[in-house]
């Protein structure tokens, strides 16, 4: 259970930064002890620099490009108790759906989000993006749009989670029997080069197979694309989120026979 003055967010986030230092250590300790010929110490150099470089860049805070690094997360969870709640779901989430559990399984709750979230704390934005996920999970698609378009409200919100929120918008409308020009306007050429980038998550695909089977109603392309989500399925870690797009793809196919026969 959660417990704000004994959880251990900062060894956490201190994990992969003292890994990197450690390796390198190791590194620079084989230089050292062995003879090694000067081809493979130039390549052990080069690692224990790499090393040292990455646990720097991890340790110091810092928003790298608008995206807060590990130090940076310890800074901000320190000084906000919602901000080391909204960590601590993170990381309660996350290894939930890797048993299995669905978001709409969870704690009605934990997405029980305050009026006055600062979501420009990208820990809490997170959380927010969890508060629609959990209701898009339950096929809540009108309290989906609300929370995504709340998000989207603030023009500062990073190009990152506006693509991601885009995606799911798009999906909400096409669920939804949504106004083409509104979905088309949402789906542009930055979101689909997101969507290609991550064609290896399994919401980003889904999406994509969405708009052309009930906007392009290009058949053949979205066979490709579901073909390409069924060997997704196979190795998706994330058994809980694996299950809900599994349902989504049945959504969608449902939708387009409904169509068919109208």
């Known amino acids: 259970e959660y417990n704000e003055d004994n959880f251990p967010y900062v060894l956490y986030n201190l994990g992969g930064g003292l890994l990197n230092l450690v390796a390198s250590f190791l590194t620079i300790l084989i230089i050292v002890l062995t003879n090694s010929s000067g081809e493979v110490k130039n390549i052990l150099y080069i690692f224990s620099i790499l090393g040292i470089y990455l646990a720097l860049t991890n340790l110091i805070p810092l928003n790298l490009g608008g995206i807060a690094n590990d130090?940076?997360?310890?800074?901000?969870?320190?000084?906000?108790?919602?901000?080391?709640?909204?960590?601590?779901?993170?990381?309660?989430?996350?290894?939930?759906?890797?048993r299995g559990t669905r978001y709409k399984d969870m704690p009605l709750?934990?997405?029980?989000?305050?009026?006055?979230?600062?979501?420009?704390?990208?820990?809490?934005?997170?959380?927010?993006?969890?508060?629609?996920?959990?209701?898009?999970?339950?096929?809540?698609?009108d309290k989906t749009k609300e929370v995504f378009e709340e998000i989207l409200e603030d023009e500062n919100i990073l190009g990152l989670y506006k693509n991601e929120i885009a995606c799911e918008l798009i999906f909400c409308e096409l669920m939804m029997n949504g106004n083409e020009e509104k979905i088309n306007?949402?789906?542009?050429?930055?979101?689909?080069?997101?969507?290609?980038?991550?064609?290896f998550m399994l919401s980003k695909k889904r999406t994509q197979y969405a708009y052309e089977v009930l906007v392009n109603k290009d058949m053949v392309k979205a066979e490709k694309i579901k073909n390409q989500l069924n060997k997704l399925f196979k190795t998706y870690p994330y058994k809980g989120e694996l299950n809900t797009e599994e349902e989504f793809i049945n959504l969608i196919d449902e939708k387009a026979n409904t169509l068919v026969l109208q």
Do not use: C
Request: charged residues 30%; hydrophobic residues 35%; aromatic residues 14%.
């Open 109 to 141: 709750e934990w997405f029980n989000v305050p009026e006055n979230l600062d979501i420009k704390n990208s820990i809490n934005l997170s959380r927010k993006i969890l508060e629609g996920n959990y209701y898009l999970d339950k096929h809540d698609f």
């Open 185 to 199: 306007s949402l789906y542009t050429k930055e979101v689909k080069k997101y969507i290609d980038k991550n064609k």
């Open 71 to 98: 130090g940076m997360n310890i800074l901000s969870i320190k000084k906000s108790k919602e901000a080391r709640y909204s960590f601590y779901l993170q990381l309660k989430a996350n290894a939930l759906l890797m």
